[in-house]
């Protein structure tokens, strides 16, 4: 932490921190997704950075010193609530008085976190921890992106006509979208619509389109050598073909238990930047993956 201090000392003295491009509003967003949600409804009038690189988990995940220089110089700070927040946001506050912390899933009732229960069968839910992939839902991300458009109102008001009709376009993007998936996921039949997945990431896509997410990993921890088999049984039982695993965790038991089901093990991150095309290949991938 002292190393840290230093280094934004050193940057705000200086007064060369990463400036955005003259004209522009410059934003920071926790995930990948929602830089994309700003840069659609923004465009070219903001300059939006993201905290959580690509392969890093938003759980556990901690902002570099030049993330926390950036952030000195930026109006607004986007957040759909994922875990790393709760010990960060105020010391990002403090590195920026100024800053405007703008909660991006205001209306958005989330979900207790999935989890493998100990009996191998359904999945049981971890009261103390709410789902926070609130993004993999175009019925939430309505939502999202009408809080973020707000957010940009709020700090930008003269672009107000601007950014509403961003927001307009993207919405009729996302309800073609939802169309286009709902179509994909049709042909998948009812008693082939689970799958099994390392990391309950999914929870809210497979609530919105009719499947069933079956969790590997247990509260946050790789599952016992008693609980590994327990689910191996269950996936022999549902005759599950793939387990998809995330770029942010361990693909270990994800393979252990393919290799004992017979089964293949396919890529499917949860925060990818491109978040409509991820949404879209998604789609296809279970569709492909279940029938």
Known sequence: MHRLIVVLTFFVLWGGAF???AGTLSVYASVLPQKYFLEKIGGDLIDASVMVMPGASPATYEPSPRQMVGLTKASGYFTPGVPFETGW???????NSDLVIIQTDVGVTKKPMESHDHDGHDADYDDGVLDPHIWLSPELVKTIAANTCAGLVRLDPEN???????????????EALDGEIKATLAVVPEGRRSFMVFHPSWGYFAEQYGLRQIPIESEGKEPSPRELMEIIEHGRELGIAVVFAQPQFSDKSARVIAAEIGARVMPLDSLAENWSENLRNAAKGFQQELR
């Open 19 to 21: 400036p955005a491009h």
């Open 89 to 95: 946001l105020s010391r990002i506050k403090a590195a």
């Open 160 to 174: 107000k006509a601007a950014y509403e009709a961003n927001l307009n376009i993207f919405m009729s993007e996302i």
